[in-house]
């Protein structure tokens, strides 16, 4: 059989399997249109459109008809991407602004912890108004520190505060936080300079939502001790603002941060509790059960309950997978059929992306769908021999098959996911599998049942005895995080991988869960060759932070820093990228320090210094005196044009990566605005002082 025929083979053989790419030809062209080097026109956006709909009208079951097809939903993708960004309009700060006072609603209170165990609060404002002639962003996130007057979504306030521009990514190809807000409809962040004054409140169905969110916090917060209320609100409001950083690095280094949040695992235990409690309830009464279908009845409720724990939790796109999901297997139970299959995945990805197409480059929606995915097309191989394991088989075999179902479950879903864990948080667990064997039934038997009964009894004043449970639960949950947190290689470094490393390793895995036939194991060509990608990185020499705070040497698996106070966050995201063993301070004397890198000498200044003849030459001010001599000379104005640097030092020259390179000219990307292009403005709001 020749190679032409044994691909049509597959190709029919398969056929049935192909729908199942449509979401990931969709986010293949959002990809292209977030990797664009400058922001297309809304007319690319139409085309593409036009496009996907000839493609849909001319489609039939021809190969060359389901190519364009398949082109026409990377080009629905990319006009999905394009309208979502159109659409959203935010407006972004791109530089500081002096204080002044506004006025704006309370959308959102975030509760954060201090290192003494008390809280803090961080606002979202909208609706801002100030007496001045910039122009504010439709939203902030503001933080509010000391003890204030506590306050609540609706409320209208008036407070002097300062506002900064959202940070830039603090590494080149580091993670673009600017994006990110732009997409939450955030344009600037701020700290409060006086207390809040009250003015009045405008209550909406969305604040009043949020309000009833805050308060399910609050009351886990004030009937738990710490960090157990944290933990609660997590796991129930899905605001985990509240757990001390601390431990959420226990929780991350043995494997167990997808606990922490509100993921597809919580959303199905809740619809089993749900599912087990109705329609048991209808079984302990005979008429009722005689006369309708405690099945369907059970379904149901569970579509029901299962919303209102989706709209409670803050629509987490893990929650929002699960809840499709969940909906369209009580959807054919309603209907006599079996509808848990990978369709109902892609439709789910489907859904998802065509509504919010930014979500694919969240870590939420990478994580969920590569651990579902891997979980379905796993028990999708041994379904059969498990079956037949069971027949006849008596209590042991039964422990046996649900252990090892455990326990493969933790080891397919860790390992789906660890492509993903390297490249976004540069880590991974070695015990993740032994921490889930334990954690996930105590989540699942005990914690997710006592909290669902607590919020419904809550009310009634009959919550005292599954929250006591629930205290238990969480912790047993917390002693076996710690516990495993505490072993040997429960968190290893590791080093930003290539991007083509990456995406061959995805693409490599897709192939390998969404076909059926043999063709499937090319799959594991592009995931070992993108596994060998990852040992041909070379790290950067120097890295400069946008804000031209602070720059680094990163020599023999070691960063050694301009300035260990200035830029902590800069410097442990910097650590984290290129798995460096230790931070360390350079050799500083009066604002200037020395090195050496690749024999060169190495300056790094916040004072004018004299030139040195090839030498390299960093100055985090701006350099007033031209250095023709040296090798390399880099200063503010750079720095404040290009973003963040990593600069390569070779013996023939360098070469240099820029944040805004990569970047590109985009809505969400810092303007370099001078300061002689920016607006006067007046702070004073009507002449009203804040109060003291």
Request: charged share 20%; net charge positive; hydrophobic share 40%.
């Given at each position: 059989m020749t190679l032409t025929e044994r691909l049509r083979t597959y190709i029919f053989n398969d056929f049935q399997r192909w729908p199942l790419w449509l979401p990931v030809l969709l986010g293949l062209g959002i990809s292209l249109y977030f990797y664009l080097p400058v922001e297309p026109s809304y007319l690319w956006g139409v085309g593409c459109f036009l496009f996907f709909v000839l493609a849909l009208l001319g489609a039939r079951l021809r190969t060359f008809r389901l190519v364009m097809l398949s082109i026409g939903f990377i080009a629905l993708g990319f006009s999905a991407a394009l309208y979502r960004t159109h659409s959203l309009k935010t407006e972004m700060l791109h530089y500081p602004l002096r204080p002044l006072l506004i006025e704006g609603?309370?959308?959102?209170?975030?509760?954060?912890?201090?290192?003494?165990?008390?809280?803090?609060?961080?606002?979202i404002l909208t609706e801002l108004k100030a007496e001045t002639a910039e122009k504010l962003p439709q939203k902030i996130r503001l933080t509010m520190k000391g003890k204030r007057e506590r306050l609540w979504p609706g409320q209208i306030i008036r407070i002097r505060v300062k506002l900064n521009p959202i940070s830039e990514p603090s590494i080149p190809r580091g993670f673009d936080f600017r994006r990110q807000a732009y997409f939450q409809g955030i344009g600037a962040t701020g700290f409060a300079l006086s207390p809040p004054d009250v003015i009045g409140t405008k209550p909406t169905w969305d604040s009043n939502l949020e309000k009833s969110r805050e308060e399910i916090t609050a009351y886990f917060l004030n009937h738990l001790t710490p960090p157990k209320g944290g933990i609660a609100a997590a796991l129930i409001t899905g605001d985990k603002a509240a757990i001390p950083e601390e431990i959420r690095e226990v929780f991350i280094n043995s494997g167990l941060a997808h606990i922490?949040?509100?993921?597809?695992?919580?959303?199905?235990?809740?619809?089993?509790?749900?599912?087990?409690?109705?329609?048991?309830?209808?079984?302990?009464?005979?008429?009722l059960c005689l006369a309708?279908?405690?099945?369907?009845?059970?379904?149901?409720?569970?579509?029901?309950?299962?919303?209102?724990?989706?709209?409670?939790?803050?629509?987490?796109?893990?929650?929002?997978r699960a809840f499709i999901m969940i909906s369209m297997v009580m959807g054919a139970i309603l209907i006599n059929r079996s509808a848990l299959s990978l369709r109902t995945v892609a439709l789910a990805a489907f859904v998802i992306l065509l509504i919010t197409p930014e979500a694919l480059l969240g870590p939420s929606f990478q994580l969920s769908f590569a651990a579902v995915i891997a979980l379905i097309t796993g028990y999708e191989a041994f379904k059969n021999p498990l079956a037949h394991f069971m027949v006849g088989g008596g209590p042991i075999r039964r422990f046996i098959v649900y252990s090892g179902g455990l326990a493969f479950t933790s080891f397919l879903a860790t390992l789906a996911t660890l492509p993903f864990t390297i490249a976004l948080f540069h880590r991974f667990s070695l015990h993740a599998i032994e921490a889930n064997l334990v954690a996930v039934p105590l989540t699942s038997l005990v914690i997710m049942p006592s909290a669902l009964l607590t919020c419904l009894l809550a009310p009634l004043g009959l919550?005292?005895?599954p929250l006591w449970v629930f205290d238990k639960g969480l912790d047993g949950l917390i002693m076996i995080a710690s516990s495993v947190a505490s072993w040997p290689g429960s968190n290893i470094w590791v080093a930003s991988p290539p991007f083509l490393s990456f995406v061959l390793v995805v693409l490599g895995g897709l192939w390998l869960s969404l076909w059926s036939d043999k063709w499937r194991l090319w799959g594991l060509l592009p995931i070992g060759f993108g596994c060998s990608m990852t040992f041909w990185g070379v790290a950067p020499d120097i890295l400069i932070d946008g804000q031209g705070k602070v720059a680094a040497l990163f020599d023999k698996g070691n960063l050694y820093v301009s300035s260990v106070r200035k830029g902590k966050f800069t410097a442990e995201t910097w650590q984290q990228a290129l798995a460096a063993n230790t931070i360390d301070s350079l050799d500083?004397?009066?604002?200037?320090?020395?090195?050496?890198?690749?024999?060169?000498?190495?300056?790094?200044?916040?004072?004018q210094q004299s030139c040195i003849k090839g030498g390299i030459m960093i100055h985090l001010e701006p350099c007033r005196v031209p250095c023709l001599e040296a090798h390399l000379v880099l200063d503010r104005y750079d720095v404040w044009r290009g973003g963040s640097h990593a600069v390569w030092i070779?013996?023939?020259?360098?070469?240099?990566?820029?944040?805004?390179?990569?970047?590109?000219?985009?809505?969400?990307?810092?303007?370099?605005?001078?300061?002689?292009?920016?607006?006067?403005?007046?702070?004073?709001l009507g002449g009203i002082q804040p109060k003291p």
């Open positions: 609603r309370v959308s959102q209170v975030e509760l954060k912890p201090t290192k003494k165990g008390e809280y803090y609060q961080r606002l922490l949040a509100i993921s597809g695992l919580h959303l199905s235990i809740i619809a089993g509790v749900v599912f087990l409690i109705i329609r048991r309830g209808i079984a302990l009464i005979p008429s309708y279908n405690s099945k369907k009845i059970a379904a149901i409720g569970t579509i029901l309950m299962t919303l209102l724990y989706l709209i409670l939790s803050g629509f987490g796109i893990p929650a929002q919550g005292e005895g500083c004397e009066e604002g200037v320090c020395k090195a050496k890198v690749k024999n060169k000498p190495l300056i790094i200044t916040n004072t070779t013996e023939g020259g360098f070469s240099i990566e820029r944040a805004r390179d990569i970047q590109g000219e985009r809505p969400w990307t810092a303007l370099s605005i001078p300061r002689k292009d920016r607006p006067d403005y007046s702070a004073s």
